[in-house]
């Protein structure tokens, strides 16, 4: 059994354009809302989490809604289109300095994101057969880490500070959009739905029933999935937000180092994605992902030691972060549809949507918290604890793992590699 890459890239392109705008947004949104509108930090956070607090119930009903409808491409094209124009009309609501003009904008735009985000990423389970989902998924993340470069490579070249003044953001926002546009163009003029969607499926899978519910012990493993993801998040995001504020407030300066040790850490996760993959083809989902829970809950915690003072060793510490990161990443997504039946795929991404949202919803007021009255040197306990917790959950987890048959021989392993 082999994975297409190709086709997999293809419906990757979806995930892509997706990973582009949300770069775009978490770079260019706070800056607009400080510097055009003079907001402070606690009405811009506010603001900038609210496609969060969407997110907790539009991926689960837009995610069932194309469970319901038997197809994805047309909650692709239409969410896209619609935010393809809102992005366009956006840059103009910050020429204007219209704050409502521009509220009013941005939460219509953050609405038809949510309006696909399931659906889109269900494509991948959809059309690749169970046990090959991590190696999938791999290249899925890969797909979105580079929609995450194009964005920042577009900010660098179209993004310049003039003498007096503000930039002007809409060049960023229109190479943005257009890349979102060609992508889901591309995957709407070559993506059969139909056709991948029986040629993708294991025939082996059952057809969900609406009035069927999962079995007790099948529904305590997704519990428990859905638990470890929301605990891994919270750890991990807690690092990934606080960071430099961190090095800021303990180091005295070193935000630049920090930012550098952020990066290794993304750079660390995408150069992973693939090996992961692979490796999770060999020994199995589970055991890749508690391998990754104790690396990453290890880490954190050898941070609260290491990063009292910047040091070079940090940048190594970082770079395991990512390993780490990309061997969770990779596989529990997987996981959470394993559990899945055939049609039932965009519920159950709807559902790990929520739970890694929900997350990225309570980690800041609690990790900023115990930052604000108790101290800095709290952050990487924190993180540590959370992660380690993961670990508890994880592996009580007796479903979602599949692992590929064993080969017959030497000669099918050959043929796989080839």
């Known amino acids: 059994m082999q994975l297409n890459y190709k086709r997999t890239i293809l419906v990757g392109l979806a995930f892509f354009s997706i990973c582009a705008f949300w770069q775009m947004y978490d770079n260019i949104i706070p800056l607009i809302l400080k510097n055009t509108f003079g907001l402070g930090d606690t009405i811009s956070g506010f603001i900038m989490s609210l496609d969060n607090i969407l997110a907790l119930f539009m991926l689960p009903l837009f995610g069932a809604l194309s469970d319901k409808a038997g197809r994805r491409m047309p909650f692709v094209v239409a969410g896209t289109a619609a935010a393809v124009a809102l992005c366009v009309l956006l840059p103009?609501?910050?020429?204007?300095?219209?704050?409502?003009?521009?509220?009013?904008?941005?939460?219509?735009?953050?609405?038809?994101?949510?309006?696909?985000?399931?659906?889109?990423?269900?494509?991948?389970?959809?059309?690749?057969?169970?046990?090959?989902?991590?190696?999938?998924?791999?290249?899925?993340?890969?797909?979105?880490?580079?929609?995450?470069?194009?964005?920042?490579?577009?900010?660098?070249?179209?993004?310049?500070?003039?003498?007096?003044?503000?930039?002007?953001?809409?060049?960023?926002?229109?190479?943005?959009?257009?890349?979102?546009?060609?992508?889901?163009?591309?995957?709407?003029?070559?993506?059969?739905?139909?056709?991948?969607?029986?040629?993708?499926?294991?025939?082996?899978?059952?057809?969900?029933?609406?009035?069927?519910?999962?079995?007790?012990?099948?529904?305590?493993?997704?519990?428990?999935?859905?638990?470890?993801?929301?605990?891994?998040?919270?750890?991990?995001?807690?690092?990934?937000?606080?960071?430099?504020?961190?090095?800021?407030?303990?180091?005295?300066?070193?935000?630049?180092?920090?930012?550098?040790?952020?990066?290794?850490?993304?750079?660390?996760?995408?150069?992973?994605?693939?090996?992961?993959?692979?490796?999770?083809?060999?020994?199995?989902?589970?055991?890749?992902?508690?391998?990754?829970?104790?690396?990453?809950?290890?880490?954190?915690?050898a941070g609260g030691w290491l990063a009292n003072r910047f040091s070079p060793a940090l940048y190594g510490l970082f770079a395991l972060v990512g390993f780490s990161w990309a061997a969770i990443n990779v596989n529990s997504y997987p996981m959470v549809v394993e559990i899945s039946k055939y049609g039932s795929v965009g519920k159950y991404t709807g559902y790990y949507y929520t739970f890694s949202m929900a997350a990225q919803i309570v980690t800041p007021i609690l990790s900023g918290a115990l930052l604000e009255y108790i101290g800095y040197h709290t952050l990487f306990p924190y993180a540590a604890i959370c992660v380690a917790l993961a670990l508890g959950t994880m592996a009580c987890t007796r479903h979602g793992d599949n692992k590929p048959p064993r080969r017959s021989s030497k000669l099918d392993a050959y043929e796989d590699m080839a």
């Open 92 to 301: 103009f609501a910050d020429r204007q300095a219209s704050l409502p003009l521009f509220i009013a904008i941005l939460g219509m735009l953050l609405i038809a994101m949510s309006t696909y985000r399931s659906p889109a990423v269900a494509l991948m389970p959809d059309v690749t057969p169970k046990p090959l989902r991590s190696k999938a998924n791999a290249v899925i993340n890969l797909m979105g880490a580079l929609g995450g470069v194009y964005t920042l490579l577009m900010v660098t070249l179209l993004v310049k500070q003039p003498d007096s003044g503000l930039p002007n953001y809409q060049p960023l926002f229109i190479a943005v959009a257009g890349i979102m546009a060609i992508s889901v163009l591309a995957l709407g003029l070559r993506l059969h739905e139909n056709k991948l969607l029986k040629e993708g499926a294991d025939e082996t899978e059952e057809i969900a029933e609406p009035s069927v519910k999962l079995p007790r012990e099948v529904r305590r493993s997704l519990v428990l999935i859905l638990a470890s993801v929301a605990l891994w998040y919270m750890g991990y995001n807690a690092v990934t937000t606080a960071f430099t504020k961190y090095a800021e407030v303990v180091w005295g300066q070193g935000v630049g180092q920090a930012s550098t040790c952020l990066l290794i850490a993304t750079v660390g996760a995408v150069v992973s994605y693939i090996p992961i993959g692979l490796l999770s083809s060999r020994i199995g989902r589970k055991k890749t992902v508690l391998i990754g829970v104790v690396l990453l809950a290890g880490s954190f915690a």
